[in-house]
């Protein structure tokens, strides 16, 4: 409950995709930009063949990312 209640705060403000090689094994770049509901928001990238995945795994890191700068916040104050 508590996880679900956290990431649905959560929300994809920017996404970005980038071809990077082309051919049968092309890679692209998502770049993603996400931001949680006290305005604070994180950036990140993932590289990889498939644009789904890349791009679920580019949202993951931003949320990690995010839940890490939101916690080490707490720890300070």
């Known amino acids: 409950q508590k996880i679900t209640d956290k990431i649905s705060e959560i929300r994809i403000k920017d996404y970005n995709l980038a071809s990077i090689s082309g051919g049968s094994s092309a ?16 950036s990140s990238k993932s590289i990889g063949e498939d644009i789904v995945i890349t791009s679920v795994q580019a949202v993951i890191d931003g949320m990690n990312r995010l839940m890490i700068k939101k916690l080490l916040k707490q720890k300070k104050t």
């Open 27 to 42: 890679l692209c770049e998502v770049t993603v930009k996400v931001e949680d509901a006290m305005g604070n928001s994180v």
